[in-house]
């Protein structure tokens, strides 16, 4: 069985694709997934059709190469916290950004129960204003 920081990490270091798979594999049925107030997407999403449909497939549609490049896993156990660099160019406008973000996540038995993302949501959405 793989660790919980290896689950995390199989989240982030392949093609889009794969990590969406592996994504959904990883979440339990009723993880809570919250975005940042003052992100675009802000809320908590329960369970992976929720999640999804509120957060990675607006994100695949709305910008253009959008990707959470991590620089650092820490693992604390039932707690892995990922943190990095987004960046993406936002469809409606064609600007591009950079901003800074840290994801911590709890595991419980191989599965991620909850989600809780920390980031500067200013260059977010300086790059969403027309």
């Known amino acids: ?6 689950i995390v990490r199989a989240t982030y270091e392949g093609s889009s694709e794969e990590n969406g798979r592996n994504l959904l594999a990883a ?7 919250t ?22 497939q607006r994100l695949g549609t709305e910008w253009q190469g959008y990707r959470a490049d991590v620089d650092h896993f820490y ?38 129960v909850k989600f809780v993302q920390v980031v500067d949501s200013a260059k977010v959405l300086e790059a969403m204003r027309p």
């Open 1 to 6: 069985m793989p660790t919980h920081l290896e």
């Open 27 to 33: 979440l339990a049925p009723d993880a809570e997934w």
């Open 35 to 56: 975005e940042a107030a003052g992100f675009p997407y802000a809320g908590t999403y329960v369970g992976p059709e929720a999640i999804v449909k509120n957060v990675h």
């Open 75 to 112: 693992d604390a156990g039932d707690n892995v916290i990922a943190q990095g660099f987004y960046h993406g160019t936002y469809r409606a406008t064609g600007k591009s950004f950079s901003a800074s973000f840290a994801h911590i996540y709890t595991l419980r038995d191989g599965k991620i």
